[in-house]
T-cell receptor
Framework: GAVVSQHPSWVICKSGTSVKIECRSLDFQATTMFWYRQFPKQSLMLMATSNEGSKATYEQGVEKDKFLINHASLTLSTLTVTSAHPEDSSFYIC??????????????FGPGTRLTVL | AQSVSQHNHHVILSEAASLELGCNYSYGGTVNLFWYVQYPGQHLQLLLKYFSGDPLVKGIKGFEAEFIKSKFSFNLRKPSVQWSDTAEYFCAATQSGGYQKVTFGIGTKLQVIP
């Protein structure tokens, strides 16, 4: 199946700094990628849909100025957490659709990035 | 609003016991349904999916799920679990057609005792 990678797998940063997380589709081109956030003992919450060459679509309640998404190529989307605070500490997961999979809406998930803000 | 609910948040079973994890969705129209598994320290992997046709779907590792439209359910089953099935299981749904947003259930943590 299609492979999605994320980098870094974990990051610790100081409050007030910005952190960039990369999501790559390794063996397919993804026009659409998704960013999720997973809190402990909770499900994945969709943050935004990242579209190659256009602005991301954010879910209600997600601050677009805080969580900057860039999808500059068909294989790379980045999520930048700006001015991070301890409450931003979470597990961030990206996923991508393989356009060749048709209308199945199946998503392929990255391994996730654990962000800890001190 | 579209939602997916999983009834069992934490299940503990002995090896060889049978498993059934409940999943209900609230979507209008035609839906695509998924079960994902997340093993400890690993990323989400697709177990099985339903789009149309036979409502009994077979997935990897001996898992199956049955789509019952009248009950808006898509329960996951396995006749005999193994210790290696210890993981978190997520049910997910999306409207079918085009690129649709996927909604996940809260997840069920399965612990299999040897």
């Amino acid at each position: 199946g299609a492979v999605v990678s994320q980098h870094p797998s974990w990051v610790i940063c100081k409050s007030g700094t910005s952190v960039k997380i990369e999501c790559r589709s390794l063996d397919f081109q993804a026009t659409t990628m998704f960013w999720y956030r997973q809190f402990p003992k909770q499900s994945l919450m969709l943050m935004a849909t990242s579209n190659e060459g256009s602005k991301a679509t954010y879910e209600q309640g997600v601050e677009k100025d805080k969580f900057l998404i860039n999808h500059a190529s068909l294989t790379l989307s980045t999520l930048t957490v700006t001015s991070a605070h301890p409450e931003d500490s979470s597990f961030y997961i990206c996923s991508a659709r393989d356009p060749l999979s048709g209308s199945t809406n199946e998503q392929f998930f990255g391994p996730g990035t654990r962000l800890t803000v001190l | 609003a579209q939602s997916v609910s999983q009834h069992n948040h934490h299940v503990i079973l002995s090896e060889a016991a049978s498993l059934e994890l409940g999943c209900n969705y609230s979507y209008g129209g035609t839906v695509n349904l998924f079960w994902y598994v997340q093993y400890p320290g690993q990323h989400l992997q697709l177990l099985l999916k339903y789009f149309s046709g036979d409502p009994l779907v077979k997935g990897i590792k001996g898992f199956e799920a049955e789509f019952i439209k009248s009950k808006f359910s898509f329960n996951l089953r396995k006749p005999s679990v193994q210790w290696s099935d210890t993981a978190e299981y997520f049910c997910a749904a999306t409207q079918s057609g085009g690129y649709q947003k996927v909604t996940f259930g809260i997840g069920t943590k399965l612990q299999v005792i040897p």
